[in-house]
């Protein structure tokens, strides 16, 4: 069969292909298919009204070329090109939030990027990192800045991995990184002031054995200071009863808490 200009991936005359959204009754004029091999039907009409960017990327992708998104993303994906009700975004597993997230940002899709972006939000805590990749490469800095001090904690190598055709990520959150890195030998370097006890006692014995647990607690790590007020709060124990040491503790948190607030937000790491 002869390629059409543009060669977007038009039903076979023997295919009928509908559309995805289940309230749609209107027979689909093109399919896409997906990175998964599966073809999914659409409207020309609406990539042209609900996308700035599918039908720019449509006349390159020949019959048989599949998109990068799997089935289940661009399925998702119409919905929000249709005139109708959108799914409800609050219960797609991360994975396919986070490509779905990216796909309408790729193909701009203004009606699902605002509410994606809400849902992506919602899950910096359980996947920081992933969530500050997306917020680098699209252009949300409010939520780099909070995902960024949670991703701290994640292994490098996992770092790497994830950055892996981003090697400019790699290098900001390497950056951003070094700010934690440096309060870490801060902590290692220098033990607060003691709080004298009566009788001019620097530590009744409480002191350096909660101080020695702490520093393992810190363990070397970048997560080690993003956690120091939770971790010495918990530990808080080891102290009971000595309001000098308690004191002492409190000091060193301060301490610790003013130069964490000093580090730079990571969206000005760029
Ligand atoms: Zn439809
Ligand atoms: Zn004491």
Redesign the pocket.
Known sequence: MAAKTPEIAEPLECETIS?P?DT?L?P?DLVLVSSDGIRVGA?SH?LELYSGGFISVLPTISATEALEETAEVLEIL?YYM?NGRQPSSRNIPFHILQALAAAAEKYLVYSAMEVLNLQMERYIPSHPLQVLIYAVKYDYPDLSDKAGPLSIGVPFETVLNETENRPDILLLWTRYREYYLEIVHTIYASEPAPVLHPGGIADCGKWSEFHYTMLNKVAGSAEGVSKFSHNLKQLGFMLAGCFHCVQRSENWKHAITKRVEKIPAFSSMA
């Open positions: 559309c959204v749609c209107v689909a409207h609406c119409m249709h």
